[in-house]
C-alpha cells in the first residue's frame, strides 16, 4: 500500500533572478524551492524506482525530475519504507538517504540538458554536488577576507615601528603559515575537482567532465591534482 498526500501552499512560479546558492541556474533553483513543500508520505517495502515514477509524486512536484544514478552502485530495486507526516519533501529525500547510504544533489548547469533535475547515487551529497556546497564557497571566501585583513594589518604595523626594531626571522615565522594553509585547502579543493570531473566521465558527461578539469587547472594550476587533470583533459580533447 501507498499514498502520497502534499500538503502547504500550492506551487509558487519561482522567478529567474531569485537563487538559494550564488550558482544555481532557474532551474535548479526552482526544483530547490519545490522540495521545500511540506508532505505526508506513506511508503511500505516499495522500491525507489517506483518512488521515483509515482504518478502521485510527479502530478504533485511538477516539473521536478528524478535520476538514480546506478553507475554509482545505486539500485533502482532498493526497498524504502518511509512514513513521514507534514514535512519538506527535502527531509523526505534525507531520510531515505540516510537510511541506504545515498546522497542527493540537484543539476545546475544551463548546457546540460538535464538541468535541475534531482539525481540520486551512492555518496553523502544533500542538495549540492560534492565540492560544490555554498558552505564549502562560505569557508573559502572567509580564509580570502581573513588573509587580507592579516596582511592589511601587518602593512600597518610595519609602518608604525621603526626600520632598526625589525622582528627577527625566526619571530616573523608564524606570517609564512597561512601560505601553507592556503596550499593545503588548494590541494584538498583540486582533489575534490578532479574527482567530480572522474565521476562525470564515468556517467559519460564528457562535455561537463572537461569544463570541470579546465576550471581546476584555472584555479589551482600548482597542485599535484592539476598534473593528473591536465592528463585527462587531454584525453577527452582527443
Known amino acids: 500500500m501507498r499514498r502520497l498526500l502534499i500538503l502547504g501552499l500550492p506551487l509558487l512560479v519561482w522567478v529567474a533572478s531569485v537563487a538559494l546558492a550564488e550558482e544555481d541556474t532557474a532551474k535548479a533553483a526552482a526544483t530547490r524551492k519545490v522540495l521545500k513543500n511540506k508532505v505526508t508520505v506513506d511508503f511500505k517495502e516499495e522500491t525507489i524506482g517506483a518512488i521515483v515514477d509515482d504518478d502521485g509524486l510527479k502530478d504533485q512536484?511538477?516539473?521536478?525530475t528524478f535520476d538514480l544514478n546506478v553507475k554509482s552502485g545505486l539500485n533502482r530495486n532498493t526497498k524504502v519504507t518511509i512514513s513521514m507526516k507534514d514535512k519538506p519533501f527535502e527531509e523526505v529525500l534525507k531520510a531515505i538517504c540516510d537510511k541506504n547510504g545515498w546522497g542527493y544533489y540537484i543539476i545546475s548547469n544551463e548546457k546540460n540538458a538535464y538541468d535541475g533535475r534531482v539525481v540520486l547515487k551512492v555518496g553523502k551529497e544533500r542538495g549540492y554536488e560534492e565540492g560544490k556546497?555554498?558552505?564549502?564557497?562560505n569557508d573559502k571566501d572567509k580564509g580570502k577576507a581573513k588573509d587580507k585583513k592579516e596582511a592589511k594589518k601587518t602593512d600597518s604595523d610595519e609602518k608604525k615601528e621603526p626600520k632598526e626594531k625589525a622582528e627577527p626571522k625566526?619571530?616573523?615565522?608564524?606570517?609564512?603559515?597561512?601560505?601553507?594553509?592556503?596550499?593545503?585547502?588548494?590541494?584538498?579543493?583540486?582533489?575534490?575537482k578532479l574527482k567530480a570531473a572522474k565521476e562525470l566521465i564515468d556517467d559519460d558527461k564528457k562535455e561537463r567532465a572537461i569544463k570541470?578539469?579546465?576550471?581546476?587547472?584555472?584555479?589551482?594550476?600548482?597542485t599535484k591534482a592539476a598534473e593528473e587533470a591536465k592528463e585527462l583533459l587531454e584525453k577527452l580533447k582527443k
Open 61 to 64: 512536484l511538477k516539473g521536478v
Open 133 to 137: 556546497e555554498p558552505t564549502a564557497k
Open 170 to 192: 625566526d619571530k616573523a615565522e608564524p606570517k609564512e603559515r597561512p601560505q601553507v594553509d592556503d596550499e593545503d585547502k588548494a590541494e584538498r579543493s583540486a582533489a575534490i
Open 212 to 222: 570541470v578539469l579546465e576550471d581546476l587547472l584555472d584555479r589551482f594550476p600548482k
